[in-house]
Structures are given as C-alpha cells and as structure tokens.
C-alpha cells in the first residue's frame, strides 16, 4: 500500500470537521451519544441498559448516566417489567420521538452540506470506499 501522508491528513481533518459540523447540531439539547440511544430506542423499542450498552457500544455505567439526562428531559422513560419488576426497560417517549425526527432532518441538511458538488459518480465512489473500509475494519483480528 502506498502511504500518503496527505491522505491521512485530510483523513483526520474532514472527520474532525464533520464531527464539529454534527455537534453543533445538539448545542443546547443532548449529546451526540445520547441521541443515539433515543434513536436506537425509536427504532428498536424499549431496551434493558445492558442490550443499549452493547448496542451503543458504551459501559453501562455511561448508560446508566445518559438515560438519568433524557429521563429527566423528559425524552425517555424507565419501565419495569411486568414479569420480573427488578428488570428496568428504557422507552421513548412521544417528546422523544419528535426530537429524534427533527434532529434526523437537521442531519440530512448538514449532510447534504458536507457532499455538495459531488457528482451521483463521486458519492457512489464514497459509499464503495467507505464499505471497504469498514469491511477492512470488521474483519480485523
């Protein structure tokens, strides 16, 4: 493989830009991390902390932290079990479904942002590149 150190350098750049771009998107509201756990709990229906941890892929304890914010936000609510009372559920609530949307929809403009004057070709490109890297980086041992 060629090393490129310009590559690499507009690499980092772009990802440390993209993701200032998307944080500034929560300014004021929740953090990038707890968005994914109410997007997650949108998508996927009410979860215990332990499922959200390894589906975020954060420590319980992170989760734990994060659902006590959006509780008390008033985006998600925590649920006992009707079988086991001891088991807590996470679930989202209407507050929190309409956040996710509006915030889905703040993305898709920051994202168009990011691709504007690429051609169909060059973003298909992107999308080829980009299963290839994570594919590269699923099958790493």
């Not at 998600?76 to 996470?90: I, P, Q, T």
């Amino acid at each position: 493989m060629v090393e490129n150190r310009e590559l690499l350098e507009l690499f980092v750049n772009t990802l440390k830009k993209m993701k200032k771009e998307w944080t500034k998107q929560f300014e004021h509201a929740i953090t990038p991390s707890q968005f994914f756990i109410l997007k997650t709990l949108k998508h996927s229906g009410p979860r215990k902390a332990t499922e959200l941890a390894e589906v975020v892929q954060m420590t319980p304890g992170a989760i734990t932290g994060a659902s006590d914010k959006l509780v008390s936000e008033g985006y998600a609510e925590r649920k006992g079990a009707k079988e086991d009372r001891r088991v807590v559920y996470l679930e989202i609530t209407d507050k929190g479904k309409e956040f996710v949307e509006s915030m889905i929809e703040k993305q898709k403009n920051v994202t168009a942002r990011f691709f504007e004057g690429l051609s169909d070709e060059d973003i298909n490109h992107l999308i080829r590149i980009y299963k290839q890297i994570l594919h590269n980086l699923d099958n790493r041992v």
